[in-house]
């Protein structure tokens, strides 16, 4: 019998406790994440739960279940491999608590992307919602409903979705030089990269990448500090997903 366990899989690892391996290992196909398993799925579309688009560590096995378990949950999730066209992955403008710049949704307007689908019941939602910090007042992201035709979510047999949640960044992304959002090309090019050129984040966070995730994850108020020196700088921009958002930062028309 196929060992189906994460760490055989090779999916076990926790970004938020090895910050420069975010977003940490993804599903090579779609799977029912069961406590330390990943099983295959039966079907991919689940009318009494919720979908929501995965842009970063929620596509990770080994982060969604060492969050999952920190709340005692341990009902299975579907994890659903999809073709999402409109939405694709750029940079956060903030630096996140466990250490890391974490990836965000763009606009990618005709273009297509493979993300998963995560397909939550109400407890995994409260869960996923706090992590990302859709209850607070000045959270970093809020979950919003995006609709199609404007995204299109295709499933592995074809079908589409007629929308699904995302986590947008309410800070913005960071852009290209030309106004873009830049791509995510990895922790640890994108903080090499960031170390070098901003030498206000060089006196906050060290000269590399293993320094800045020590000090980051250290230290709340230090991370505040580096989300404003990316818009001091200029390099914020709107990842063109915001007019998503709700005032209450969660909740739009349901799908059902």
Avoid at 138 to 149: K, S, T, V
Avoid at 168 to 186: C, F, Q, S, Y
Avoid at 225 to 243: D, P
Wanted: proline residues 9%; glycine residues 10%; neutral net charge.
């Amino acid at each position: 019998m196929e060992d189906r366990t994460l760490a055989a899989l090779g999916l076990d690892m926790v970004p938020r406790e090895r910050p420069l391996d975010y977003p940490g290992a993804w599903p090579r196909e779609s799977g029912l994440l069961v406590g330390d398993r990943l099983l295959p799925l039966e079907r991919w579309a689940y009318e009494d739960r919720v979908p929501v688009i995965s842009i970063g560590s929620n596509a990770c096995p080994g982060q969604l279940r060492d969050k999952l378990a920190g709340s005692g949950i341990t009902t299975p999730l579907p994890m659903v491999r999809a073709r999402v066209t409109g939405v694709g992955i750029g940079v956060s403008a903030h630096v996140s608590r466990p250490g890391y710049v974490s990836n965000a949704p763009v606009a990618t307007t005709g273009r297509v992307s493979e993300l998963f689908v995560l397909w939550l019941d109400s407890r995994q939602l409260t869960v996923i919602d706090a992590s990302e910090g859709v209850p607070l007042p000045h959270g970093n992201f809020r979950r919003a409903w995006l609709p199609a035709p404007d995204v299109r979510v295709e499933l592995p047999d074809g079908s589409t979705l007629p929308g699904a949640y995302a986590y947008v960044n309410r800070r913005g992304v960071l852009h290209d030089g030309t106004g873009a959002p830049r791509t995510h090309p990895g922790q640890h090019p994108l903080l090499t990269d960031l170390l070098a050129t901003l030498p206000r984040l060089r006196d906050l966070f060290g000269t590399t990448p293993e320094e800045f995730a020590a000090r980051a994850s250290a230290d709340r108020e230090l991370c505040e500090k580096g989300a404003r020196v990316f818009a001091e700088e200029g390099l914020v921009t709107a990842g063109g997903l915001e007019m998503y958002m709700t005032t209450d930062g969660a909740h739009a028309p349901s799908r059902r």
